[in-house]
């Protein structure tokens, strides 16, 4: 599983990332051709499942590498090269969230804990495609958790992607930019230019009795989603039960909606855009619950306004997404461009498309082939039914 690098050195050399206008951070000390070899191997992965027609493709590859800066030691963690699986596990289920799965989240947190009195070892997350907005979101938020817990430290972790939003557009068909220029133009909620959510203020008395019921008993923060006023499924805060970060009420609530959809024989188990999400945490400011708004469709928020209309004396639970910051906070932190701020707890660099090991792109390159070739066959590139017992993590149905 581990490997040395040879002739490299712990100063910095010709083939280190640039140097950004900070000065010399430890991620600017791994070397970029390592990154891109490892980058090129997870797109190849990529690729020959894309390829070779296996079940839950995907035109991304993903996954997270410690390396060591004083000794070029490194290594993939879990030996794991993650892909798309939203055919399977529901719209959020991107490589980059694969590789957040609580299995290799708490891998990884192990890793970092036999690390920690060494300061030379950095977290890399490898993908192939830039980061969604929700992914790096996700990112975002179990980063904060290894700092809060003294794993790491700031300048220690980095993002190192091939293809950018533009050249995804480009190549494969889509980009996640739309969604990112709504959440930076309108962060306040105000109609979208792109996404089709739109979020709503209510008082508790406002809804219906019995989603005021499940908001008035629980002691957890806790979402709903509703549909035509009925609800189908419901999501509390299982992260420190399930040792998952990302397992917060209002992203529980829209698995257990795609696993019901799928226990249906829903034809598109991740389509929500009949359904609206309530929740007590202002949702247009908290990105996770956001996004996964945005990739299941789901066209209305509902959050509680602070001042309940006739009952004083309730105080809602809700969600903060990553202890130690805001919702707002986080929100900055996961939309904030350009890249590599003074205050960014996670830096990124984009791989070189030029040169001896320029990314190559491959699984983007046979994306399109491979949508057509499904659609001859009459399958749906999107779903494939789904695995056999198999649940996105956190889901409680």
Known sequence: MVGLIDGV??????????????????????????????????????ARRVENDEPAPGPFGSAIMLYNTATGEHFLVGDRHDSNLVNRDGPQAHAEAVSLYPDNYALTTKLLEER????????????????????????????????????IERGRILNFYGADYDMTQDVAGFSDKDQLIDMQENPMGAPLT????????????????????????????????????????KGYDTREQDNDPLATAEMNAVKSAFEL???????????LSDAQMISATTLYEAPLARTAMFWASIPIGVHMRDATYGTPSYDPIRTIEA???????????????????SNSLIHCFQASQTGEDAFQNLAQKAWRPRVARDAEKGKNIHYDGGSAGAHSPGCKC
């Open 194 to 233: 792109h996404g089709k959510v739109n979020f709503i203020g209510s008082d508790i008395l406002d809804l219906n009795p019995e989603v005021q019921q499940v908001f008035r008993e629980s002691e957890i923060p806790v979402a709903v989603i509703t549909r035509d006023g009925v609800i189908i499924a």
């Open 116 to 151: 920690k009195d060494d300061p030379n070892w950095i977290a890399v997350f490898l993908t192939t495609g830039e980061s969604c907005p929700s992914c790096f979101t996700k990112q975002h938020v179990v980063v904060n958790e290894w700092i809060r817990s003294g794993l």
């Open 261 to 271: 959809q799928k226990a249906a024989e829903k034809a598109e188990p991740w389509n």
């Open 323 to 341: 202890p130690g910051m805001t919702n707002a906070q986080l929100y900055a932190a996961a939309t904030d461009r350009p890249y590599n701020g």
């Open 9 to 46: 050195s712990p100063a910095p050399v010709l083939n280190n990332l640039p140097i950004g206008q900070e000065g010399i951070l430890p991620v600017h000390l791994v070397p970029q051709k390592l990154l891109q070899i490892q980058l090129n191997k997870l797109d190849m992965t990529a």
